[in-house]
């Protein structure tokens, strides 16, 4: 199975008066729910879809859950998430506190296997392209 590309043009939000340029970008072919992710589970082993939809919500839940009480997730060959932070900076620790956080954010760190199926993927070109 092949990726498919796509041409794009953007500006640089940096710098909205430089010209825009053209980039390669992938194009998605659609998304999977959460139920067809159940029913794709249930295919695949001796469990019924409801009883793999229970689990993925389940899962989903102790996700949010372990990340609200700062534990890493570790997903198995998937990779592992994170909460992260990013604050104001002072010149003293005293002049620190909770107003100084600034951005919250998930971190996604893949697997080295998740990040090896980068190494085998395909490209398919769609119109627009030259070479």
């Not at 939000?13 to 729910?33: A, I, L, M, N």
């Not at 534990?71 to 104001?88: L, N, Y």
């Amino acid at each position: 199975m092949s990726l498919p590309l796509k041409i794009v043009k953007k500006r640089d939000p940096r710098d909205v008066t430089k010209p825009t340029k053209f980039y390669v970008s992938t194009k998605s072919t659609g998304e999977v729910t959460f139920e067809e992710l159940a029913l794709q589970s249930a295919g695949q082993c001796t469990v019924k879809e409801a009883d793999c939809y229970a689990v993925i919500k389940a899962l989903e839940h102790n996700v949010k859950d372990a990340l609200s009480q700062g534990k890493i997730v570790r997903f198995g060959t998937i990779g592992s998430f994170q909460i992260s932070i990013s604050s104001h900076g002072a010149a003293t620790k005293e002049e620190l506190g909770i107003k100084s956080v600034k951005q919250k954010r998930v971190l996604f760190r893949p697997d080295k296997r998740l990040k090896n199926l980068l190494s085998s993927l395909k490209f398919t070109k769609e119109e627009g392209f030259n070479k």
